[in-house]
T-cell receptor, first 115, second 115 residues
Framework: EAQVTQNPRYLITVTGKKLTVTCSQNMNHEYMSWYRQDPGLGLRQIYY???????DKGDVPEGYKVSRKEKRNFPLILESPSPNQTSLYFC??????????????FGPGTRLTVT | AQSVAQPEDQVNVAEGNPLTVKCTYSVSGNPYLFWYVQYPNRGLQFLLKYITGDNLVKGSYGFEAEFNKSQTSFHLKKPSALVSDSALYFC?????????????FGAGTRLFVKA
C-alpha cells in the first residue's frame, strides 16, 4: 500500500530536550516536505526536499532541522524544542515527474506538545 | 507576498443542497492549485487540482472546482452535499515563483452538513 508514515504519532516533551520525528514514504517520490498545522493558520511549510541531499527552507524553518540522506526518509529534528513548537506536524511527499503538477500524499500527523 | 485566502471559517449546508467553499489566491504567474480534505484525526487527502486547460475540474467524491483567472479564485463545489462531506477543507497553491517547490495553504474551511 502506498503510504507516508510518521513516528511517533503523539509526543509530549520538555523544553530543550532534542527530538526527532521520522517520516518515510514507499512511493519512490523525489519531493518531500514538512508542515505544521495550527488553528486558524492552516498548514505552514517548514522545510522541503527536492531529492537526496537537497533541502531548502519553507516559510517557518526557525528551530527546525532536516536531512535527506535516503530517498524514502525525511526526518524532522528539533534540537531545542520550545513551547511555541507545540503543534500538529505533517510530512508529505509527491513525485516530481513533470514538475510541480502532482498532488502531495500526507502522513497521519504527529501531535507534539512541549512543556 | 504570495497568499491563499479562504474567507469563511465555517460553511453550513443541509444535506442534498449544493455547497461552495471559497478560495482566492494572490500569486504572480500561473498557479498550480489544489484542494485537500482533512477528516478528524487524519492526514490531508487530495481532492482535485488545476494545472492548465479546462477551467472546470472534477475530482474525488463528486467534488469539482472552477478556476477563474480574472477573479483569482478556485472555489470548490458539489451539487448535492452529504453528511459524510463534513470535514476541514484546504485550498493550496504550489508557488510557480519558487519552481513549485513551496506550497502555500489557506487557513482552512470547516464544512458542516446537517442531515
Amino acid at each position: 500500500e502506498a503510504q507516508v508514515t510518521q513516528n511517533p504519532r503523539y509526543l509530549i516533551t520538555v523544553t530543550g530536550k532534542k527530538l526527532t520525528v521520522t517520516c518515510s514514504q514507499n512511493m519512490n517520490h523525489e519531493y518531500m516536505s514538512w508542515y505544521r498545522q495550527d488553528p486558524g493558520l492552516g498548514l505552514r511549510q517548514i522545510y522541503y526536499s527536492m531529492n537526496v541531499e537537497v533541502t531548502d527552507k519553507g516559510d517557518v524553518p526557525e528551530g527546525y532541522k532536516v536531512s535527506r540522506k535516503e530517498k524514502r526518509n525525511f526526518p524532522l529534528i528539533l534540537e531545542s524544542p520550545s513551547p511555541n513548537q507545540t503543534s500538529l506536524y505533517f510530512c508529505a511527499s509527491s513525485t516530481w515527474a513533470g514538475g510541480p503538477v502532482s498532488e502531495q500524499y500526507f502522513g497521519p500527523g504527529t501531535r507534539l506538545t512541549v512543556t | 507576498a504570495q497568499s491563499v485566502a479562504q474567507p469563511e471559517d465555517q460553511v453550513n449546508v443541509a444535506e442534498g443542497n449544493p455547497l461552495t467553499v471559497k478560495c482566492t489566491y494572490s500569486v504572480s504567474g500561473n498557479p498550480y492549485l489544489f484542494w485537500y480534505v482533512q477528516y478528524p484525526n487524519r492526514g490531508l487527502q487530495f481532492l482535485l487540482k488545476y494545472i492548465t486547460g479546462d477551467n472546470l475540474v472534477k475530482g474525488s467524491y463528486g467534488f469539482e472546482a472552477e478556476f477563474n483567472k480574472s477573479q483569482t479564485s478556485f472555489h470548490l463545489k458539489k451539487p448535492s452535499a452529504l453528511v459524510s462531506d463534513s470535514a476541514l477543507y484546504f485550498c493550496a497553491v504550489r508557488d510557480p515563483n519558487t519552481g513549485g517547490f513551496k506550497t502555500i495553504f489557506g487557513a482552512g474551511t470547516r464544512l458542516f452538513v446537517k442531515a
